[in-house]
């Protein structure tokens, strides 16, 4: 009996997953009709037995000068999709871009996009790549193809903000990894404000040993050596902070609430953000 219940369960879940299938190409086929606001660059091709995926950065505007803070610009990078199920601000980033560009361009401000990083995990509903490894501890070995793409795609950028999106499945409010003072005062003036749009901020969760405070974790010099040169594990924040990008943010939508409230609040925050 006990085979047959698992040969059912195993069935009906297939047929469930496959339902609720997603394609990558299909995702991201709304790219190649964007206005000339959007400049589309091949960043390298994913090959896997099963499927190639070819990734895309995808910038919009343009910016006076070298690009940094003193050209009084915002050049900023936004990140989505490094975990597959992480898939609310995959959504609406999409339709962040498709709002840039039915709008007129934003003077001196430039954003490249790389909107699902990992397509194998996209995909497969899965947080890993390809050869499971996790792209978001990647960023000090450069192991994966997704982070070294990543990392030649945007050499020679210098990004006065960046801002990788994801989705935490023990959280019940909006939480925000920064690390540094600048960018925990501008954080906090962020959280502010969408609070006064009634999204709750995680107050309860603590990471190892670093607590959520009014949906804040501020990663303290300690932590960064120990993940840096302890564990070796880099997740796209130490990487930003450590070659001094100084706005950095890792944001985190909470998983188990329903799609439309994640989308809302990265809606609202991406409008804080401009
Ligand atoms: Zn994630």
New binding site residues.
């Given amino acids: 009996m006990g085979k047959f219940l698992i040969l059912f369960l195993l069935v009906t879940n297939y047929i469930y997953a496959a339902g609720e299938a997603r394609n990558y190409n299909e995702q991201i086929s709304f790219i190649f009709e964007l206005s000339d606001k959007f400049t589309i660059t091949e960043m390298g091709t994913l090959q896997y037995p099963e499927h190639d995926y070819t990734l895309y950065k995808i910038s919009y505007g343009n910016i006076e000068g070298n690009g940094d803070a003193s050209s009084g610009g915002k050049n900023y990078l936004f990140l989505s999709g ?2 597959g199920p ?1 898939t609310a601000p995959v959504y609406e980033i999409k339709a962040f871009m498709q709002h840039l560009d039915s709008i007129d361009l934003i003077d001196n401000v430039k954003i490249d996009f790389i909107y699902i990083l990992n397509p194998y995990g996209f995909e497969h509903d899965l ?1 890993y790549n390809g050869n499971g490894i996790d792209i ?1 501890r990647d960023f000090i070995s450069f192991e994966t193809k997704e982070a070294q793409y990543l990392i030649e795609s945007i050499q020679d950028e210098n990004y006065n903000g960046v801002y990788d999106f ?3 499945g023990a959280t019940t409010g909006l939480l925000l990894y920064v690390y540094s003072n600048r960018s925990k005062r501008l954080g906090i003036s962020i959280l502010e404000s969408l609070q006064n749009n009634n999204i709750p901020l995680e107050n309860n969760y603590v990471d190892v040993v670093l607590k959520a405070r009014n949906g804040i974790i501020s990663v303290p010099f300690y932590a960064k050596i120990y993940f840096m040169n302890l564990k070796k594990q880099a997740t796209t924040g130490l990487y930003f902070d450590k070659i001094h990008v100084p706005e950095v943010f890792v944001i ?1 939508t909470p998983w188990r609430m329903e799609m439309e409230k994640r989308r809302e609040m990265i809606h609202l925050f991406l409008q804080e953000i401009l």
Wanted: proline share 0%; hydrophobic share 10%; net charge negative.
């Fill in positions: 490094l975990h992480e947080r978001n994801h989705e935490h985190e």
